[in-house]
């Protein structure tokens, strides 16, 4: 069973022990445990933060279609190193580094999974675990989504919350396409937007007008939070089947819904290969030590983050050739 440094050191994570309000959740010690022969554990460096992660903590029904009861852990996405493998993995060897995703895990020192997890990529080197880390959920969803619009070059998109750890994504790879991205946003975000390569418009009332006044005519539109954006683009004439919603569980009628289990599985393979070529930017829009999660929760729950929130646990997260001693959790 080979390792890197000590495994069994005291571990930390962080947890809740009832549904209800994310104030409940607190940083513990918790128990390493042994791993089974196909297992491997994983140090976390990165772990990255998306709205399902706290609507889970005040849903009971939310958790229970993931598979979730309580005490349970908090967080999807992170990035680390494999510290030591079971006597059967063949797959992994200790010392290579690792993203993915561990629905409710993912914010601790240490994670345990099976070698052939389906959430388990192996981290190109040209890539900061500060991407890789944030990128599970909104990778994937991104990539669902525009694999959904099928639009073609010239057209133009409408893609309402472009700033967002979904948009921002979405909005790339949509420009990269040869698309036109008209982006909703507030005020502020206008010139973030404008550096994703879209021409920011301001959500809310008049949306639909203000189009209008644009005189550009909408291919496909992308609503990344509620229905707005949706009506607005049904109101222009887009034809239903080519409007996507994420998180809408009553989208207009005929609009599709969709999330990141829509995607393909080299969906994530392909971003971090843009990455990789600077091609494309996963934006961090705050970074916080672990002791500090209640803050990047509070971030990213206010709605108005261009890009994503990460919380680091360990090692270098910005350097891809160092992500730190993975056996030291206050590295």
Known sequence: MPSLGSPHHADVAVRFDRFGSVDQLSLRPVEAVELAPQQVRIRVTVAGLNPVDWQIVESEALAAAFGITVPAGYGNDFAGVVVETGRAVRRWRVGDRVFGGARGRALAS???LEEDHPSLHRTPADVEDLAAGVLDIAGRTASAVARALAVAP???VLVGGAGGGVGSILTQL???GGARVLGTGSAASAPFLRSLGAEP????????DALRDL???VAAAADLHGVATAVAARELGVPAHRIVTIESEDPPAGVRSVNGSDAHPG???RLLALVAEGRLTVPIAGV????RFAEAIAQQRSRHVRGKVAVVVSGDPGDPANPGDPADPAA
């Open 110 to 112: 240490s994670l345990v």
């Open 154 to 156: 010239g057209e133009t």
């Open 174 to 176: 949509l420009v990269h």
């Open 201 to 208: 418009l301001a959500y809310g009332t008049g949306l639909a």
């Open 215 to 217: 005189g550009a005519p």
């Open 267 to 269: 969906d994530l393979g």
């Open 288 to 291: 916080y030590p672990i002791e």
